[in-house]
């Protein structure tokens, strides 16, 4: 095999693992979030009292979980749920829910 074509090929590998491990981890994020669909509507977009997150701005959907983690707010099951999630966690779904429309 040409050292061309062995690059070729292996910058293709390299663009499917790539995407692959992307598509992943937004379906592990997903699946954290589809846990707030109960209240909150499938994606964070609200159809009953509960607030919409869908298009909220990530660093305020950060800033109520923390709060709600620190149990700084009244709540009554957000600030056990909150506490079930890492930083991380918490940070990659706030940003899911901003980019919803």
């Not at 379906?27 to 977009?45: E, F, I, P, R």
């Not at 979980?65 to 966690?89: E, F, L, S």
Request: glycine share 6%; hydrophobic share 50%; proline share 3%.
């Amino acid at each position: 095999m040409s050292l061309r074509k062995l690059a070729s090929t292996t910058g293709a590998a390299l663009l499917l693992l790539t995407a692959n491990a992307v598509s992943a981890q937004d379906l592990q994020v997903k699946q954290w979030a589809s846990a707030c669909a109960n209240c909150h509507g499938t994606n964070g977009k609200a159809v009953g009292a509960a607030p919409a997150l869908a298009g909220q701005p990530a660093a305020e959907l950060i800033k109520k979980m923390a709060a709600y983690k620190a149990g700084a707010v009244p709540a009554t099951i957000m600030h056990q749920i909150a506490k079930g999630y890492t930083d991380a966690q918490i940070e990659a779904m706030a940003a899911f829910f901003a980019a919803q429309k």
